[in-house]
């Protein structure tokens, strides 16, 4: 009987990649000017991640992460956030399945693919599903949490596009595309 069960490198790198989302949450983040909303570069780790190991290991680094980084930093975790991290390292994963950075596959095509993925992710992450659980779940002001919504998501969706497509561009350079090597007589 087999059973359904992570790979130990998913695993690993859900474990590595929460620690990395949680550090790059604190210190790697930029005030917007707006309350509770600043510029991440957590999210462009968390898409390159979700590259590498699929959408189940960017949806947990995305909770795992996120909801570390409140948990240490700000005593308790802002659930309507900690959701819509998952939910972006998810879609980002799913949206991006046939990219093959791991074969050191980054062109033009891809770097568009990516993008747009990006931008839906965020779309959905921070213009739908952190706003709508902020009114469900905090009763908070909806003209409120929809700014911030916005503003968290256009700059997410810019770090990541430029940020998550540098670090993936030279991820990929990393990597042996397949069939480059040729065997000299």
């Known amino acids: 009987m087999k059973r359904n069960t992570l790979p130990i490198k998913t695993i690993v790198a859900v474990g590595i990649g929460s620690a990395v989302f949680m550090i790059l949450g604190r210190f790697g983040s930029i005030p917007t000017g707006i309350p509770n909303t600043n510029i991440e570069t957590a999210y462009a780790f968390l898409a390159l991640m979700a590259l590498l190991y699929g959408p189940l290991a960017g949806f947990l680094i995305g909770l795992i992460g996120h909801g570390l980084k409140d948990i240490i930093f700000y005593g308790s975790p802002w659930i309507s956030w900690v959701?819509?991290?998952?939910?972006?390292?998810?879609?980002?994963?799913?949206?991006?399945?046939?990219?093959?950075?791991?074969?050191?596959?980054?062109?033009?095509?891809?770097?568009?693919?990516?993008?747009?993925?990006?931008?839906?992710?965020?779309?959905?992450?921070?213009?739908?599903?952190?706003?709508?659980?902020?009114?469900?779940?905090?009763?908070?002001?909806?003209?409120?949490?929809?700014?911030?919504?916005?503003?968290?998501?256009?700059?997410?969706?810019?770090?990541?596009?430029?940020?998550?497509?540098?670090?993936?561009?030279?991820?990929?350079?990393?990597?042996?595309?397949?069939?480059?090597?040729?065997?000299?007589?």
């Open 83 to 185: 959701i819509a991290s998952a939910i972006m390292g998810f879609i980002i994963g799913v949206g991006c399945k046939k990219i093959k950075i791991n074969e050191g596959i980054f062109g033009k095509k891809q770097i568009i693919v990516f993008n747009i993925v990006q931008i839906i992710s965020n779309i959905v992450a921070w213009g739908l599903v952190a706003p709508s659980l902020d009114i469900l779940i905090y009763a908070e002001p909806s003209n409120k949490v929809f700014l911030q919504g916005i503003i968290g998501g256009t700059s997410n969706t810019i770090t990541v596009g430029i940020l998550g497509t540098i670090l993936i561009i030279n991820y990929a350079k990393t990597r042996t595309q397949k069939g480059s090597l040729d065997k000299e007589y």
